[in-house]
């Protein structure tokens, strides 16, 4: 069974701070994604990392994949208030023979960013 | 852009009552799926759909039955409606598996359900 566990699952952190988030997973998967809600509203979908090694960035977020460590990170560089959000880390594991697939979610870390 | 929407933000309904929540999706996906959402545990897994008339058990399929006539379209059925599946229900859709390595899931706005 896969689980995925992210920490921390609060974050407080001033404007201008770097930080990172942490999402570790049981067993191996072909992809993982990184997803943001704001309060409120729905999920928006950040990145996907397919491969070892795999580095994506965006803005001030830049999210990394060791599958060896089966680890992924997701990095806040000199945060500001608009990143106040939950980031969820999603892994997928295929459903054989249908064409699906199946997303199992962290908690989500819930971010606050004080000016 | 993709475009998921469900059919109710805030719906409140009574101890026994059956309910209908619908997803549509314009982008032509093969897969679809319901998950709910409460605090502390994050999305879990309802039902998915890989194709029209086929669906498949989540983690959490107890109390809930699901419906896809036709592709753009999935209903979350709750048979009878009790206080514990007070949640927000969050649909969403994907290309099927292997034609797009970097396709996600894509969300709809959800719909915060009160059974009282």
């Known amino acids: 069974e896969l689980k995925v566990e992210q920490n921390p699952l609060f974050l407080s952190m001033q404007e201008g701070k770097n930080y990172t988030i942490y999402c570790n997973y049981s067993?191996?998967?072909?992809?993982l994604y990184w997803y943001r809600q704001d309060p409120g509203k729905s999920l928006e979908s950040l990145f996907v990392l397919l491969s070892n090694g795999a580095v994506k960035q965006e803005g001030r977020l830049m999210a990394s994949l060791d599958t060896k460590a089966r680890l992924s990170t997701l990095h806040i560089t000199a945060a500001v208030h608009d990143l106040s959000a939950t980031y969820f880390c999603a892994l997928s594991s295929s459903y054989s023979g249908a064409g699906s697939y199946q997303l199992t979610f962290g908690k989500g870390t819930k971010l606050s960013v004080i000016p | 852009d993709v475009k998921v929407t469900q059919s109710s933000r805030y719906l409140v309904k009574r101890t026994g009552e059956k309910v209908f929540l619908e997803c549509v999706q314009d982008m032509d996906h093969e897969n679809m799926f319901w998950y709910r959402q409460d605090p502390g545990l994050g999305l879990r897994l309802i039902y998915f759909s890989y194709d029209v008339k086929m669906k498949e058990k989540g983690d959490i399929p107890e109390g809930y039955s699901v419906s896809r006539e036709k592709k753009e379209r999935f209903s979350l059925i709750l048979e009878s409606a009790s206080t514990n599946q007070t949640s927000m229900y969050l649909c969403?859709?994907?290309?099927?598996?292997?034609?797009?390595?970097?396709?996600?899931?894509?969300f709809g706005p959800g719909t915060r359900l009160t059974v009282l």
């Open positions: 067993t191996t998967s072909d992809r």
């Open positions: 969403a859709s994907s290309l099927s598996w292997g034609r797009d390595l970097t396709d996600t899931q894509y």
